[in-house]
């Protein structure tokens, strides 16, 4: 019972069933066809990749084959360039195209950046249109010399069939290696949550530049197949339709899904010459189909392609499940002289050096003010804790401290680096990690690979190695994977790893989002109300291990509601209230201390006063865990 | 929470978007830095009406997406489908009281194009309804499975429209009073245009005052930057999407009579034509906001009439260039809708 | 697992007999002679497509009646391009060489779509008849193109030479639409009024379904023109006089193909009068030839025929003697009876040259009392 070999036969049955049509005589007709599904499996990918994989919608893939088939045209006709120079140049080009769209795409988002991109493939038609004198105008570039490789059967579609399939099923295979690698997982991390992502260390800015260039060398290679073999090209073979049919693919294959894509593609190029001899109504009844595909199978063909590609994608395992039972708690005693990450590091320092310095730290949004000129100091060493009603501005300092948010003035610095002013994934790498108020973990992962992101060595891989999958990205890759599982085990949930985390519980991903933010053994850690939501004994557990952390000699800044917490961890306290410091110093004292009583309980009153009349004030002072 | 403050603070005054006047400095900025470059003033007034007229007539057909968009998030391809509906549906009325069209008064062809609108805004209306059942409500939340739904379902109704009307374009007369045009020394202004001008300050003006005066304006404004709140407070956010929606198409159905009459001419993909240019001035204007929307299609179309004279080659993709410079300044759009 | 195994192998298996398995399905029988036909069945430019059809299966009726070709009845395989789209005329016309062994093909009609074939057919497996229009068409050096109607150029220079002898002027303006057969009128009409030494005083563009056109007329009206050449499609040229009127600008008009088509003669009403243009076809040619035809397509499907519908019954008709001649569906020998014979049809008298061209002669049509006339027939 190997599911793997199962798999991998079928898979290698596949190709081979695909690779057979030169052989057995089929007419060219079919040939072509079948060619113009790989060329569009290939350019589909592309769009896939951003998408699909890193969520951001682009309706102009069509323009990227444009720019990719022409460059490679013009390059082959008024350069006598061989095809083997043209094409990289076209890539290169069309690339660079991409990275810019890849800018563009940090600053406009969402359904702006699909409608921008949905004007590229009208800028493409009016520009091939209009500059006659270069692209040859509506009529197209005629006369393109064909590649020329000797295969079987008789005419150039038998001629190239293989080398396209080759080539397609080879960009799916790197593909699906940079899917599983680092710059797959941080593609995905920003899907699934670009806030989080940003905050654990990836570069949301470099990683979408990149998604769109591969994007976009993918479309141009399509686009350059497509020259090479057809030997014609006019700016009707790339118009929105033919973006929006590229879509389409992605959809019906599955979003985010590289197999699927690949049947899809196969799918809607095929199936309607399938369909042809209905005539008048063949498109109808293609389009049918495809909306039942849509209604009947939301995941797509990405379902069948997924399984027999499991061995190639991230959490699979061969074999039953390791049996090991259900954890939901964190069991200390099985970690106690583990070698956990956090041990590795040194004894803590004498906790008076300060780590991080807020020094007159002030918030706006709009014309509040959640943040006042605050000032103070985080000791090596130490919890200390962060307190305040609600609305005091707590998560606004986490926040700050993280980088998420620009302080509007004052000064942040970590050791001896300023830390205000630095994007969210700077600070990360400066040795800030945090966890969220509410979990914010990436949902479609697995529990390892959201641990695996925000570690040093998945963070030091760069981006070409990414791609072109050298050794030491694998050597980092396996070295990522092995200190995930340390910090899994830390916390206790090893068991997790392969699970995917919408399965989770919310104690568990809040323990698997707690592994995430030690995993790369920061300096300081912040946690925004890291009890909240977890059962009582869940809470006390949480309370050793930040305890044992801190022991470790990490520092940490926790911001948190319940009193018996604080008391109990906390070495210090720093009280806001209403965007300002109150106080500040050893939990005991705080407490006691008639300015802090009052904020939690005067203050409050007053305020709620002026809004409602009458009604019993919402946050209750300070409440004790039960 | 406090349902009754709400209510109450309601009757009184009902909190009103604040205005931002930057943009709509926009327009009159353009016309008079247009100015000079067009050289005759009677040229400039001449192009500066017709392009008044023009975005009007987009704004008309803008406007009820840019509800759609902005409150339910939904990318509607299909709107332009009720456009060209709304443009068949006037022969519904037109069959009949083809007189009216022939008359030389003022008021009888004017009741006939008011007919008209209200016979397309009821159709369009009620295939909106059906729209919103059977092809957007299973694919809620996930924007790429709408673009591709929304796409079919407007493929399919455009099918249904030829089975009903035929392939062929179908002409359609303008009424006769609404022929021609003013003329005033060297300034001329076809006559129909200035009555787009009124229609779509019509609508706009009441559009503002449903959304800024009334309860259910407030409810919509509210669920655009935050449907989740709308909802808690205990209002039936989906009865609302399905009310807007059919607003929403019943406004692309009167926007396609304006438009039908100006073409004189119907096929069935008249309205898939402007799509692009619609969502591009939705963009512009910010999703979900009416005045943006308004500003964008002025904007739009005085920049496609100016450039189209100054400098013609540029005017091809000027839509697209008046776009990417807002977005470039503005990433969403003029006038930012908070939630996005 | 069994299911995924399972439902793996049906996939594949589908695949495969989707893609490969109709092989089998599409060979003519061999009762009949089998032609093809590439045409826009689908898509916006169906209706070009459907009278594409009507005046085709009007030939085919008529072939029939006179007994057929080869002695066997005609039958044409209609297969779809979806007009303009390359990659979809390139499936049909490999399609109907490929799986009905077609001889001949009628269409792909679009010049776009016959460019992106040419590669594929021009190798003398099949001849297309084709009443594309684009210039580049014939100029390749494709063997294997038959052309039913004149190219741009001789469009182009019929209007501007008759525009310039009957209306005395030189002040000429153009408005074209941005696309294929715009940007191509712009170049042939500049050509020919640079080599009569000639500028044109304006030269405007608008994109394909542009509904205002005040900028392109106003610069019209400020450069003096006083005949303005519209290279456009029928929706638009008709807005443009249209809108010319409502700002009651006087200069003449003349236009392509389309200043007399119905829809443009309709949008434009009063403002279409004395219209010239350029075109194949009217159905008010008083020609006895053409009123025969006229009458025989009405009868069969209650409308008046247009210039496409005359075009593909005539391109039928062409192909049907020319394989009748060749006494073979043998397209070197089919592609030879062309070039020898001489043909009576509705558009022209057919005369095949070396590089495809049939027909050199083009009518001069004037709009008058909301017909289009023909004014007179220029022969190259």
């Known amino acids: ?626 | 929470m406090s349902d009754m403050a709400a209510q109450s603070s309601a009757q009184t005054e009902l909190p009103r978007a604040k205005t931002d006047w930057l943009p709509l400095l926009l327009i009159p900025a353009l016309a008079l830095l247009a100015l000079p470059f067009v050289g005759s003033p009677s040229t400039w007034v001449t192009l500066t009406v017709a392009g008044l007229a023009m975005g009007m007539m987009i704004f008309l057909m803008a406007s009820g997406l840019t509800l759609v968009f902005g409150l339910m998030d939904i990318i509607n391809f299909g709107h332009g489908v009720f456009i060209s509906l709304g443009a068949y549906a006037t022969l519904l009325v037109l069959g009949p009281l083809a007189g009216w069209a022939q008359a030389d008064s003022l008021g009888l062809n004017l009741g006939l194009l008011g007919l008209c609108i209200l016979t397309a805004m009821g159709v369009t209306g009620i295939v909106g309804a059906v729209f919103e059942r059977v092809i957007v409500r299973p694919v809620y939340g996930s924007h790429l499975k709408q673009i591709l739904v929304t796409m079919g379902g407007l493929i399919v109704t455009e099918q249904l429209i030829h089975a009903i009307w035929g392939a062929s374009p179908i002409p359609i007369p303008l009424p006769q009073s609404l022929r021609g045009a003013f003329v005033l020394g060297d300034i001329v202004m076809e006559r129909y245009r200035v009555v787009a001008v009124i229609i779509g300050l019509v609508v706009f003006i009441g559009m503002q005052l449903l959304l800024n005066r009334t309860r259910i304006g407030l409810l919509i404004r509210a669920g655009v930057e935050n449907p989740e709140m709308v909802e808690a407070l205990g209002y039936r956010i989906r009865r609302l999407f399905v009310s807007v929606f059919i607003a929403g198409s019943a406004l692309a159905g009167l926007g396609g009579v304006m438009w039908a009459f100006y073409r004189q001419t119907l096929t069935a993909g008249m309205g898939m034509e402007v799509m692009v240019l619609v969502f591009i001035v939705i963009i512009i204007g910010g999703l979900g906001s009416v005045g943006g929307c308004f500003v964008g299609s002025i904007l739009v179309a005085l920049v496609a009439n100016y450039v189209g004279f100054i400098e013609p080659k540029l005017a091809l993709i000027s839509n697209i260039l008046v776009m990417a410079l807002v977005l470039i300044w503005r990433p969403q759009g003029l006038f930012p809708v908070a939630r996005r | 697992m069994t299911f995924f195994t399972r439902a793996t192998s049906t996939f594949v298996a589908a695949t495969v007999m989707a893609g490969f398995g109709l092989a089998a399905a599409g060979l003519p029988a061999q009762a009949q002679t089998v032609i093809g036909a590439s045409a826009p069945l689908t898509g916006p430019r169906a209706l070009l497509g459907r009278n594409f059809k009507q005046g085709v299966e009007l030939a085919v009726e008529e072939i029939n009646a006179a007994g057929g070709v080869l002695g066997k009845p005609l039958q044409v395989a209609f297969e779809d391009d979806q007009g303009d789209n390359p990659n979809a005329a390139l499936n049909a016309v490999n399609k109907l060489m490929q799986v009905s062994k077609a001889p001949v093909i009628l269409g792909p009609h679009y010049s776009v779509a016959q460019l992106a074939t040419q590669k594929t057919y021009c190798d003398g497996t099949t001849i297309s008849v084709t009443s594309a229009s684009g210039i580049p068409v014939t100029a390749g050096g494709c063997k294997y193109v038959i052309r039913v109607r004149g190219n741009d150029e001789v469009q182009a220079r019929a209007l501007v030479e008759f525009a310039r002898k009957e209306l005395k002027t030189d002040k000429i303006g153009i408005i074209a639409v941005a696309d294929d057969m715009g940007r191509g009128g712009v170049s042939r009409i500049t050509a020919i009024l640079d080599a009569a030494g000639i500028k044109p005083v304006a030269v405007e563009s608008h994109n394909a379904g542009d509904k205002d056109f005040s900028a392109q007329l106003s610069r019209m009206k400020n450069a003096g023109a006083a005949l303005v050449i519209m290279w456009t499609h029928d929706n638009e040229a008709g807005l443009i006089v249209r809108q010319a009127k409502q700002l009651g600008l006087n200069m003449r008009f003349a236009g392509s193909t389309s200043a007399s088509e119905p829809t443009f003669i309709k949008l434009a009403g009063d403002a279409a009068e004395g219209v010239i243009s350029a075109n194949d076809f009217v159905p008010t040619n008083p020609d006895p030839r053409i009123q025969a035809f006229v009458k025989k397509y009405q009868a069969k499907y209650n409308m008046l025929p247009e210039i496409w519908a005359s075009a593909y019954y005539d391109a039928t008709q062409l192909a049907a003697r020319a394989i009748n001649e060749a006494g073979s569906t043998d397209p070197a020998k089919v592609r030879a009876a062309f070039a020898k014979m001489q043909h009576d049809g509705v558009l022209a008298s057919y005369r095949c040259q070396d590089n495809g061209d049939c027909n050199q002669q083009i009518h001069i049509v004037e709009v008058k009392g909301g017909q289009p006339m023909v004014l007179t027939t220029v022969k190259f």
């Open chain 1, 1 to 626: 019972m190997t599911g793997t070999s199962t798999r991998v036969a079928l898979l290698v049955l596949f190709l081979a069933v695909l690779a057979l049509p030169p052989f057995i005589g089929l007419n060219s007709y079919y040939l072509q066809v079948l060619n113009l599904a790989w060329i569009a499996a290939i350019a589909a990918l592309g769009l896939n990749i951003v998408t699909g994989i890193t969520g951001q919608v682009v309706l102009g893939q069509a323009a990227m084959m444009g720019l990719g088939a022409y460059t490679t045209g013009l390059l082959l006709l008024k350069t006598s360039l061989p095809w083997w120079i043209a094409l990289p140049c076209a890539l290169l080009l069309t690339g660079l195209v991409g990275a810019a769209l890849g800018l563009i795409s940090v600053r406009i988002r969402g359904h702006y950046l699909a409608i921008t991109t949905l004007g590229l493939n009208e800028i493409f038609r009016l520009v091939v249109l209009n500059e006659e004198w270069l692209t040859g105008g509506a009529f197209g570039l005629r006369d393109i010399p064909v590649v020329n490789l000797p295969g079987p059967g008789a005419s150039t579609a038998s001629h190239l069939y293989l080398p396209v399939l080759g080539i397609t099923v080879a960009v799916y295979a790197l593909t699906l290696r940079v899917f599983r690698t680092r710059l797959g997982r941080d593609m995905r991390a920003i899907r699934d949550d670009e806030l989080a992502a940003e905050s654990m260390g990836v570069n949301s800015r470099m990683t979408k530049v990149v998604s769109f260039v591969v994007c976009a060398i993918w479309g141009a290679l399509a686009g350059g197949l497509y020259v090479l073999f057809i030997g014609f090209v006019s700016p009707n073979n790339f118009v929105v339709l033919e973006s929006i049919r590229l879509l389409l693919i992605v959809v019906i294959g599955g979003l985010g899904s590289i197999g699927g894509t690949f049947l899809a593609a196969l799918v809607v190029t095929v199936l309607p010459e399938a369909l042809r001899d209905l005539q008048m109504v063949y498109m109808a009844v293609f389009g049918l189909g495809v909306v039942i595909i849509l209604l009947l199978a939301p995941r797509g063909l990405g379902i069948l392609a997924d399984w027999i590609l499991a061995p190639f994608l991230p959490g699979y395992r061969d074999g039953p499940p390791v049996a090991v039972e259900q954890t939901t708690g964190i069991s200390l005693e099985r970690d106690g002289n583990a070698t956990g990450p956090a041990t590795t590091r040194a004894v803590p320092a004498p906790a008076e050096s300060p780590l991080l310095k807020v020094r007159n730290v002030t918030k706006h949004f709009g014309g509040v003010a959640a943040l006042n000129d605050v000032s103070f100091d985080v000791r090596e060493g130490e919890i200390l804790g962060l307190i305040g009603p609600n609305g005091s501005g707590k998560s606004t300092m986490i926040n700050v401290c993280s980088g998420i948010v620009q302080a509007s003035a004052g000064q942040i610095e970590l050791g001896s680096s300023v830390v205000s002013g630095r994007a969210a994934w700077d600070v990360h790498a400066l040795g800030v990690s945090r966890i969220f108020q509410n979990v914010r973990l990436w949902t479609s992962m697995t529990v390892l690979e959201n641990v695996m992101v925000p570690h040093p060595d998945s963070r030091r891989s760069g981006t070409i190695e990414s791609i072109i999958g050298t050794r030491s990205l694998f050597a980092k890759e396996e070295r990522a994977r092995e200190a995930a599982l340390e910090a899994l085990n830390l916390i206790g949930i090893g068991a997790l790893a392969d699970r995917t985390t919408s399965d989770l519980s919310f104690g568990q991903s809040r323990l698997v989002e707690l592994a995430r933010a030690i995993v790369n053994k920061p300096k300081l850690l912040l946690l925004d109300e890291p009890a909240a939501g977890l059962r009582g004994g869940l809470i006390m557990d949480l309370a050793d291990i930040l305890m044992r952390l801190r022991d470790q000699g990490m520092t940490i800044l926790v911001v948190e509601h319940r009193v018996k917490l604080i008391m109990g961890m906390c070495d210090r306290v720093v009280v806001l209230n209403l965007g300002e410091k109150i106080a500040e110093g050893n939990p005991v004292d705080v407490a006691r201390d008639p300015v802090v009583v009052d904020a939690y309980l005067g203050g409050k009153i007053k305020r709620d006063t002026t809004r409602a009349p009458g009604r019993v004030p919402r946050s209750e002072p300070i409440r004790s865990a039960s």
